[in-house]
């Protein structure tokens, strides 16, 4: 039977295999003129999208403070607003912005600012308690971390955060966060093409969640798109190389096609469900918008894994290629 939960490392909370990635829908937001956001988006589609999820079993609801200036962690709340008891919450720091302008404006990683920043997003979930609280500098200096470790306990000594995390692909980094008691989960990029067995390593040995960002290659994953496609200039994936790593996704998904729609799978589907085979710790929290989205995603709870001969034949696909 498939396992419909896992536990977020040491905090003990469970949560559904597959969580609600809500980076797109924030909306637009620039730094230094350039795009960190997923383009226009309709709030009431992105409400509908929540409830479609959670209506599929998803419990896990990924943002930060940065996405949309704000404007995801509203939407969060709006959506969320009666069922709290429901969802595990994760949200993010480290990014300071100008919601008003919708553009980054810093980062800081101070004490006072950490402070300052949780209670910004509690506000903005409508929580009392945010249940995962992540570093969302990944390529902060590891020793000033230590620093962060510490207001972080702070945090939740004082009841406003239950457990933290840091979102960095860096294992020594993660090690860090690991050593303190209420470091729950690491959030890092990983997919079936582009695997991370060192911090693998690390979140199995310390007994930590991985949070799998990108886990659709922001949307590459599912099919969708061609060497043709082109994205609005709000979008930050009009950055995709389509002759470079992007084109490289297309060739390799090309290859694995097949394997990954077998059994009755979409290729989204098939995409989380190597995830889920990856590592018992790994929630992955593919991008969404729309309910169509959130429905196809959490259908990977019902597929549940892929199997062993599947991920086999992956392997040495990729292989094949180069890219293992």
Not at 111 to 131: F, K, M, N, T
Not at 134 to 154: C, K, N, R, S
Not at 231 to 258: M, P
Request: aromatic share 6%; proline share 4%.
């Amino acid at each position: 039977m498939t396992s419909t939960t896992r536990t977020l490392g040491r905090s003990g909370l469970a949560v559904s295999p597959i969580g609600f990635g809500c980076w797109a829908i924030g909306g637009p937001a620039f730094r230094d003129g350039n795009p960190i956001g997923w383009g226009k988006v309709d709030d009431d589609e992105s409400v509908a999208a929540i409830h479609a999820a959670l209506d599929a079993g998803v419990t896990f609801f990924d943002t930060a403070n940065i996405y949309g200036a704000g404007h995801s962690e509203r939407v969060v709340g709006r959506a969320l607003a009666g069922r709290r008891d429901e969802v595990v919450i994760a949200t993010k720091f480290g990014n300071l912005f100008d919601e008003e302008a919708k553009r980054a404006i810093g980062r800081d990683a101070s004490p006072a600012s950490i402070r300052e920043q949780c209670d910004a997003s509690l506000a903005r979930l409508g929580v009392d308690v945010i249940d995962l609280y992540q570093f969302h500098i990944g390529d902060y200096d590891p020793v000033q971390a230590e620093t962060v470790v510490a207001t972080l306990e702070e945090l939740v000594d004082a009841g406003k955060i239950r457990s933290f995390g840091w979102s960095t692909d860096d294992p020594e980094r993660a090690g860090v966060f690991a050593r303190s008691q209420h470091c729950a989960a690491i959030q890092l990029h990983a997919n079936v093409i582009d695997d991370n067995p060192a911090m693998v390593d690390l979140l199995e040995s310390a007994g930590l969640a991985g949070i799998n960002r990108g886990p659709l290659a922001m949307g590459a994953l599912t099919g969708k798109f061609s060497r043709e496609t082109t994205f609005a200039a709000d979008d930050v994936r009009r950055r995709f190389d389509f002759s470079g790593k992007e084109g490289r996704t297309l060739d390799a998904l090309d290859r694995i096609r097949d394997i990954l729609t077998s059994g009755g799978r979409t290729l989204a589907q098939g995409a989380l469900g190597w995830l889920l085979a990856r590592s018992p710790a790994f929630v992955p929290i593919p991008g969404i918008r729309t309910v169509a989205q959130a429905q196809d995603n959490a259908g990977a709870i019902a597929h549940g894994p892929l199997g062993a001969q599947e991920i086999a034949e992956i392997d040495q696909i990729l292989k094949q290629l180069g890219l293992r």
